[in-house]
């Protein structure tokens, strides 16, 4: 396996794995699936793009088998502050995720994260989620008590199919 920040040419390919991990038919051969209750895309290269350049810090670590092949995971990191980092769009190949390479790739933004002298994680998660929400648990992340609201207005995040939507927030400590 091999765990490396993407390039500005994966970005392509990057949008394609989160939209088919998260919405429509073919995110339902993975658990990660959101397609019951958010329609619409994840995201596109143009905004990964864009959320690059303005937020200063931010990587996407990109998963493959091998250099140059496709790229079957990704992660987005973004820096908050020199202690705390923002870890969103886990995703991995629908088709592959009962190979654990979730567990790998979670690992790995854990790691890049420390060797930068991160000592926290925050991420969100649709409050429907209990089944992620739990895996994030069981790998010591733990819900903070705090939620967000879900942008029903900003269709970047998706088409909502429900009203009940927010998002619940959990942290981990890594490092010392």
Do not use: H
């Not at 854990?110 to 089944?131: F, L, P």
């Not at 998706?158 to 927030?169: E, I």
């Amino acid at each position: 396996m091999i765990i490396a920040p993407a390039a500005d040419a994966d970005l392509e390919a990057i949008a394609d794995l989160v939209n088919s991990a998260y919405r429509g038919d073919s995110s339902r051969a993975g658990w990660t699936t959101e397609a019951d209750y958010l329609d619409g895309q994840r995201t596109d290269a143009g905004s990964l793009r864009a959320d690059l350049a303005c937020k200063t810090g931010s990587v996407i670590l990109a998963l493959r088998d091998a250099p140059g092949g496709p790229i079957l995971g990704s992660v987005w990191l973004e820096r908050d502050n020199p202690e705390c980092w923002y870890l969103g769009m886990l995703t991995v190949n629908p088709d592959l995720q009962a190979r654990q390479l979730g567990r790998a790739l979670l690992a790995a933004a854990e790691d890049y994260i420390a060797e930068r002298g991160g000592k926290y994680i925050v991420m969100t998660v649709i409050n429907i989620r209990d089944t992620l929400i739990a895996w994030y648990e069981r790998r010591g992340y733990a819900r903070t008590g705090d939620t967000k609201p879900f942008p029903y207005d900003d269709e970047r995040f998706g088409l909502p199919l429900r009203d009940d939507l927010a998002f619940v927030v959990l942290e981990k400590r890594i490092g010392g």
